[in-house]
């Protein structure tokens, strides 16, 4: 790209220097006219001194742009701790990050980042985790809880173990994979690439052509010579080959601000056609976790006196539905009384005796084997856990794994984008539907085996569908790789991760939508500077070879059409989350 404005200058210094030093005597040259020459216009020194000027001063300010849209990514590396307060020996000892091993323990004082990926050993407190991911609101951190490295410990004296350190921690790794999407061409880059050589050497052939023409009609050499290197000047592709590059650095390194890892062009590419999300349930939409939403106790007995026997004999078992249980009890009562001749009963629940009463927990068929009679049901898809004392049906709790608060704004964001929702999910259909009903999707797909997932995304591809998948187990792997745009979330499986396009750190699921908009903004920036770039180009060849632009303007306005398309892909840099 730099050929023809090189040809310019140099061609425009040969020419002075010809002229001052060689050339006749005869109108146009300088040589014999005195200190008023009258045919000083034949000397293009200033041409070649302001075209370089002009070129630098372009560069330069090109070059800050394009730091500026780096420096996204460097605000990132910046947040990583260099020092980290390891505890060895029951003493805190200062060293180096490098020296953090998977397995220490290290503290984390009020006011200081967290220096690995971790689980709380200990302590309490709020976390600052919007530098990472985006996520505004601080979370709450207590025992057994994980952490992110380079997020900020806000009250408490935490104490973590470290579980991934250097290379291998979350904010590591969306560095390196934003910087290789950046590194990355996109399709309509290679395109511009393939034009630029063809380009080129057709402008060359047009410069040419220009003084051939200048001269055979009977022009001054001075003038045809103008006309020529003007072209050359002129058509100069640098904003051209800027137009894609710059966009790509300004989207993907805003995208990492906002915890949207883009893997490469190729996925902002991709979400320009998507017309179709479908959704994951299972620790996308809903929480992953089992939670408790009610407690109906029978008569005679009180909410309370429901929770504390259930969970007294739930502490023992180690089922998903016992923990919600567990956790249900513990947040509402200060203390759980002790189990005696606890047994676990695979498949139907858990039995045991506490303060002298025989207490049973567990499901329907469970009640049915013991011959305890109960019409309890469960609402809205949840399931029933049923508790009996003394043989006597004392109620039940709902446990159902919750939708996540953002999901219904989030489905309600893709379909003002015009998108189709779908809920895809091994589930069953009763539990599909109520969920899907909660966050406003109509189309389910249930009871869909892990193999079967990605069938599912290939027959709505069939059917004309761009697919855009968003997952995060292991199950989910095949489907993301399927889609025409795979998102996975960042807690979800490294299959899930790996199989995706992009990667949304931020646990909040408006990001979906934010990241779909963010792809299309930047190929729209992309399209605009590409638009600029090639008309600039096209309309101002042919003055250039008219005569009617000044090697000098011609240096000054491809100069700043560069500037301009940086600046234009700087834009992005202002880009935000939907409210």
Request: glycine fraction near 10%; include cysteine.
């Amino acid at each position: 790209m730099d050929t023809l404005v090189s040809l310019g200058v140099l061609s425009s210094f040969a020419w002075s220097a010809w002229s001052a030093f060689a050339g006749g005597t005869e109108p146009g040259y300088w040589i014999g006219f005195g200190p008023t020459a009258a045919g000083a216009d034949a000397i293009y020194l200033d041409v070649a001194a302001g075209v370089t000027t002009f070129l630098l001063a372009g560069r330069y300010f090109e070059s800050r742009s394009r730091r500026s849209a780096a420096g996204l990514l460097a605000a990132l590396d910046a947040l990583a701790a260099k020092d980290v307060r390891v505890l060895r020996d029951g003493a805190e000892r200062m060293v180096p990050i490098g020296e953090l091993a998977v397995g220490d323990l290290f503290v984390v004082k009020p006011g200081e980042s967290i220096a690995a990926d971790g689980v709380v050993h200990s302590g309490l407190s709020t976390v600052d985790v919007s530098a990472v991911t985006g996520e505004p609101v601080p979370a709450e951190v207590s025992t057994g809880d994980r952490v992110i490295g380079a997020s900020v410990n806000r009250d408490g004296r935490l104490v973590v173990r470290a579980t991934a350190v250097g290379t291998h921690t979350q904010l590591a790794q969306m560095t390196a994979l934003a910087e290789r999407a950046q590194a990355r061409k996109a399709a309509v880059q290679r395109l511009v690439d393939r034009i630029c050589a063809v380009f080129v050497p057709a402008v060359l052939g047009v410069a040419a052509l220009t003084l051939a023409v200048w001269l055979l009609g009977g022009a001054p050499a001075r003038e045809g010579f103008a006309a020529a290197v003007a072209v050359l000047i002129i058509a100069c592709p640098c904003a051209l080959g800027l137009a894609t590059p710059t966009a790509l650095m300004a989207g993907v390194g805003r995208g990492a601000q906002l915890g949207i890892l883009i893997k490469g062009p190729d996925a902002l590419e991709a979400s320009r056609t998507v017309d179709t999300v479908v959704l994951d349930k299972t620790g996308t939409v809903t929480t992953g976790k089992m939670t408790v939403t009610a407690c109906r106790p029978a008569d005679g007995f009180t909410t309370g006196e429901l929770l504390r026997f259930a969970a007294a004999v739930e502490v023992g078992s180690e089922h998903a539905i016992a923990a919600a249980v567990v956790t249900a009890a513990r947040a509402e009562l200060p203390d759980l009384p002790p189990v005696e001749r606890f047994a676990a009963l695979p498949g139907l629940g858990a039995q045991g005796e506490v303060e002298g009463h025989d207490v049973l927990v567990g499901n329907a068929r469970l009640f049915a084997d013991r011959g305890i009679p109960c019409d309890s049901a469960a609402a809205d898809g949840a399931t029933a856990i049923l508790v009996a004392v003394d043989g006597r049906v004392a109620g039940h709790l709902e446990v159902r794994d919750v939708v996540k608060p953002s999901a219904p704004a989030a489905v309600e964001a893709l379909h003002a984008l015009g998108l189709r929702t779908v809920l895809l999910t091994g589930d069953n259909e009763a539990a599909a539907r109520v969920v899907a009903e909660e966050i406003g999707v109509s189309d389910v797909r249930a009871g869909v085996l892990p193999a079967e997932k990605a069938a599912v995304i290939e027959e709505l591809r069939a059917g004309g569908a761009r697919v855009a998948m968003v997952g995060d187990g292991i199950n989910d792997g095949p489907a993301l790789a399927t889609a025409d745009l795979g998102m996975a979330m960042a807690r979800g499986s490294d299959i899930a991760v790996r199989s995706a396009d992009m990667v949304l750190v931020r646990e909040d699921l408006r990001v979906v939508p934010d990241a779909i908009r963010l792809a299309d903004r930047t190929l729209r920036i992309i399209r605009g500077n590409l638009a600029w770039a090639f008309g600039y180009n096209v309309a101002a060849i042919p003055l250039a070879a008219l005569g009617l632009l000044n090697p000098l303007i011609a240096g000054a306005a491809m100069s700043l059409s560069s500037v301009l398309v940086v600046s234009n892909s700087l834009r992005l840099k202002d880009f935000r989350r939907a409210a």
